[in-house]
Nanobody, 116 residues
Framework: QVQLVESGGGLVQPGGSLRLSCVLSGGAFSIYRMRWYRQPPGKQREFLAWITSAGGTYYSDSVKGRFTISRDNAESTVYLQMNSLKPEDTAVYYC??????????WGQGTQVTVSS
């Protein structure tokens, strides 16, 4: 059974940085396209970025230039480096694993709070 576990969230001041991690277990990480989403309080879940199994990336306009998605297939981990954080980046951050013909898998989320 594939499981995803996010970590790295926390409280950070505006302008600060955080790196989120998402570890996949129970499956072949390298085949999955990995995505990051976030859900601010009282709002819908928002797509942020994806990375293909080959390392190609795509970002939403809301985070392009501030966030970087990367992956380490040897560690079965996808990362989200978040820089220049703003209060509006406060949300629960989720990772997702997708692959054609397979179920979609989600992690439980990690809380990021940007506040002074």
């Amino acid at each position: 059974q594939v499981q995803l576990v996010e970590s790295g969230g926390g409280l950070v001041q505006p302008g600060g940085s955080l790196r989120l991690s998402c570890v996949l277990s129970g499956g072949a990480f390298s085949i999955y396209r990995m995505r990051w989403y976030r859900q601010p309080p009282g709002k819908q879940r928002e797509f942020l970025a994806w990375i293909t199994s080959a390392g190609g990336t795509y970002y939403s306009d809301s985070v392009k230039g501030r966030f970087t998605i990367s992956r380490d297939n040897a560690e079965s981990t996808v990362y989200l480096q978040m820089n220049s954080l703003k209060p509006e980046d406060t949300a629960v951050y989720y990772c997702e694993a997708t692959h054609l013909g397979h179920p979609d898998y989600w992690g439980q989320g990690t809380q990021v709070t940007v506040s002074s």
